[in-house]
């Protein structure tokens, strides 16, 4: 009886051992969820997020967060676009209000940090910037880490 005692204690301190080693729960466990805000690196409740990485062609700034979790976070700011007319480069911007959601939370591997890897955002008032969509989901991946 006391050998099975003993195997059942070796039993349990492996699986807690393995859960607290776990880079889930030993690394980004404690630390909260993170988002590349900037097409690099990672922030907590950034002020800005740029969508657009390859030319920072749509932004959004002014964020007020409303909630931000592990699972997902929601905020609101001003988002602006290149109205692209008469071409990208030398065409405006416009700007409105914008709702933005985080989600996909998943540990990369680069840093051990568990990362938000989908933003979904939605012009509050459809978008200010003719013949481009009032929402849409840009990935966030861990390689922009």
């Known amino acids: 009886m006391r050998r099975l005692q003993l195997m059942m204690f070796a039993a349990l301190l492996t699986l807690a051992l393995a859960a607290v080693s776990s880079p889930a729960l030993a690394q980004g466990g404690a630390r909260p969820t993170v988002v590349s805000a900037n097409c690099h690196g990672h922030s907590f409740k950034p002020g800005r997020i740029i969508l657009a990485c390859a030319d920072a062609g749509l932004y959004v700034e002014h964020l007020q967060w409303q909630r931000w979790g592990r699972i997902e976070a929601e905020g609101t700011g001003t988002g602006t676009g290149r109205t692209c007319k008469p071409s990208c480069a030398a065409g405006g911007t416009r700007s409105a209000a914008m ?39 840009i990935p966030s991946p861990c390689r922009a880490v």
Do not use: M, N
């Open 99 to 137: 709702e933005i959601r985080l989600y996909a939370p998943k540990v990369c591997k680069q840093d051990g940090r568990v990362h938000f890897t989908k933003i979904g955002y939605r012009w509050t008032d459809g978008s200010p910037i003719a013949g481009t969509p009032d929402s849409g989901v």
